[in-house]
């Protein structure tokens, strides 16, 4: 491959192909909420077990972040993403056929497996197709339209409604599906960089985790990660996996709206996001929102529990931190560490964040069933909302630690960091 940058025109298309990728993958990450209530009333799950099927995603990644760079680097971002995307048809494939838990969780593992390898993948390509300039935009825009595929699992109890009457299965099958068009898109790629290397720079060479480089590290970084582990892990597990049965049950919605409800965060974060990391950039006072944005979690998680507020108050909060924290929590990244350890940064926060995401599913499952959560119990749910609570307000303590550690420290501003958060 030469060092000739590809055509404006097919970075372009290049760009729109990732981003249709990214929407089928975030569709299926994001298509257990949906039928959760459905799997327990037709094939007798419970909470402990929908908590695994989304947890079993993350779990293998503590470990395959790790090599998933070096295998991107060695194969060539182009082939990596069309190998994982296969993987993930695969595993969306498995979960909606399987006639068994076993099955479906293992489906689950499989599209675990190949998924996080694909994001690496897809930045990878993005930052090989935009070496000329413009990285930031792009990658903040398939990451909206990513959050699109999010919004779209959400919303589809209201836009498949005869698929979702017949039962668990429908729902899952048109998961799959778009994990299809996922991998088409990823293939088209894959033939057009084949076809076209010639345009193409070479790929940038992909860091390797190294153990002592963790020495190096401040602690303004120490209290970042920690902040990503909980912050992320309590917004995941409680959006992606509870909240649509914790709508249904505590607060009376029908499957329809409670998945419309909790829609609305991703929907919000597709135009925010963008807006508050250049607002950000343009105050250089990231410690700051940062701490605002974990603040609103734990403040609408006691608004949930706590209120007979409207939903739209606690749905509009979680939007906004949901917004907020990732356009400040990457760039602020690549201030605490030097360019040359920044790969070791990122994949050791991704380690942890996946870590505790999975970790957090099956602490709230186990919860929900040791109290008997139910349509008929509603109150067995408040262990689960006082474990998420109590998370998000120590992820908080961190974000203020950071803040007072990173104005004594003065950090100047960098560019962008180029990572690629879900």
Same mark, same amino acid.
């Given at each position: 491959?030469?060092?000739?940058?590809?055509?404006?025109?097919?970075?372009?298309?290049?760009?729109?192909?990732?981003? @249709?990728?990214?929407?089928?993958?975030?569709?299926?990450?994001?298509?257990?909420?949906?039928?959760?209530?459905? @799997?327990?009333?037709?094939?007798?799950?419970?909470?402990?077990?929908?908590?695994?099927?989304?947890? %079993?995603?993350? @779990?293998?990644?503590?470990?395959?972040?790790?090599?998933?760079?070096?295998?991107?680097?060695?194969?060539?971002?182009?082939?990596?993403?069309?190998?994982?995307?296969?993987?993930?048809?695969?595993?969306?494939?498995?979960?909606?056929?399987?006639?068994?838990?076993?099955?479906?969780?293992?489906?689950?593992?499989?599209?675990?497996?190949?998924?996080?390898?694909?994001?690496?993948?897809?930045?990878?390509?993005?930052?090989?197709?935009?070496?000329?300039?413009?990285?930031?935009?792009?990658?903040?825009?398939?990451?909206? %339209?990513?959050?699109?595929?999010?919004? #779209?699992?959400?919303?589809?109890?209201?836009?498949?409604?005869?698929?979702?009457?017949?039962?668990?299965?429908?729902?899952?099958?048109?998961?799959?599906?778009?994990?299809?068009?996922?991998?088409?898109?990823?293939?088209?790629?894959?033939?057009?960089?084949?076809?076209?290397?010639?345009?193409?720079?070479?790929?940038?060479?992909?860091?390797?985790?190294?153990?002592?480089?963790?020495?190096?590290?401040?602690?303004?970084?120490?209290?970042?990660?920690?902040?990503?582990?909980?912050?992320?892990?309590?917004?995941?597990?409680?959006?992606?996996?509870?909240?649509?049965?914790?709508?249904?049950?505590?607060?009376?919605?029908?499957?329809?709206?409670?998945?419309?409800? +909790? #829609?609305?965060?991703?929907?919000?974060?597709?135009?925010?996001?963008?807006?508050?990391?250049?607002?950000?950039?343009?105050?250089?006072?990231?410690?700051?929102?940062?701490?605002?944005?974990?603040?609103?979690?734990?403040?609408?998680?006691?608004?949930?529990?706590?209120? #007979?507020?409207?939903?739209?108050?606690?749905?509009?909060?979680?939007?906004?931190?949901?917004?907020?924290?990732?356009?400040?929590?990457?760039?602020?990244?690549?201030?605490?560490?030097?360019?040359?350890?920044?790969?070791?940064?990122?994949?050791?926060?991704?380690?942890?964040?996946?870590?505790? %995401?999975?970790?957090?599913?099956?602490?709230?499952?186990?919860? +929900?069933?040791?109290?008997?959560? #139910?349509?008929?119990?509603?109150?067995?749910?408040?262990?689960?909302?006082?474990?998420?609570?109590?998370?998000?307000?120590?992820?908080?303590?961190?974000?203020?630690?950071?803040?007072?550690?990173?104005?004594?420290?003065?950090?100047?501003?960098?560019? @962008?960091?180029?990572?690629?958060?879900?």
């Amino acid at each position: 491959m030469t060092d000739k940058l590809p055509s404006p025109a097919l970075a372009r298309l290049v760009g729109v192909l990732i981003a @249709l990728a990214l929407f089928g993958n975030f569709y299926v990450y994001d298509s257990i909420g949906p039928v959760a209530d459905l @799997l327990q009333q037709q094939r007798g799950f419970s909470d402990t077990q929908v908590g695994v099927l989304n947890a %079993i995603y993350n @779990l293998p990644n503590v470990v395959l972040i790790l090599v998933g760079g070096v295998l991107v680097d060695r194969f060539g971002a182009a082939r990596m993403t069309l190998i994982t995307a296969g993987i993930c048809l695969a595993g969306a494939l498995l979960t909606a056929f399987s006639p068994s838990f076993a099955g479906m969780a293992a489906g689950r593992l499989l599209y675990g497996i190949g998924a996080e390898t694909f994001n690496i993948a897809t930045l990878a390509a993005l930052a090989q197709y935009f070496a000329a300039g413009g990285i930031a935009l792009v990658m903040g825009l398939t990451l909206a %339209i990513g959050r699109l595929g999010s919004y #779209s699992a959400d919303m589809s109890p209201t836009w498949f409604t005869t698929a979702y009457a017949q039962g668990w299965q429908p729902p899952l099958l048109i998961a799959a599906v778009i994990a299809a068009t996922s991998f088409a898109a990823s293939a088209a790629y894959w033939w057009m960089d084949r076809k076209r290397a010639s345009q193409v720079g070479a790929p940038p060479v992909a860091e390797r985790f190294v153990l002592r480089d963790l020495l190096h590290f401040g602690k303004a970084y120490w209290y970042l990660l920690a902040l990503c582990v909980l912050w992320y892990s309590v917004i995941l597990a409680f959006r992606s996996t509870f909240s649509i049965k914790y709508f249904q049950h505590t607060h009376g919605l029908d499957l329809a709206t409670a998945g419309e409800m +909790n #829609s609305y965060v991703f929907l919000a974060a597709v135009f925010a996001t963008p807006a508050f990391g250049w607002m950000c950039d343009r105050l250089r006072r990231y410690a700051p929102f940062l701490a605002f944005g974990a603040l609103l979690l734990p403040i609408a998680l006691a608004a949930l529990a706590l209120t #007979s507020w409207s939903l739209w108050v606690p749905t509009a909060l979680i939007g906004v931190s949901y917004s907020l924290v990732p356009a400040v929590m990457w760039p602020l990244t690549s201030r605490l560490v030097s360019p040359a350890r920044f790969g070791t940064a990122i994949g050791l926060m991704w380690v942890v964040q996946n870590a505790g %995401i999975g970790a957090a599913n099956m602490v709230a499952g186990w919860l +929900n069933d040791q109290a008997g959560a #139910s349509a008929a119990n509603p109150a067995g749910y408040a262990p689960m909302m006082w474990f998420f609570g109590l998370t998000s307000v120590a992820g908080f303590v961190f974000a203020l630690l950071l803040w007072w550690t990173a104005g004594q420290r003065r950090h100047e501003v960098k560019p @962008l960091a180029q990572s690629h958060p879900r």
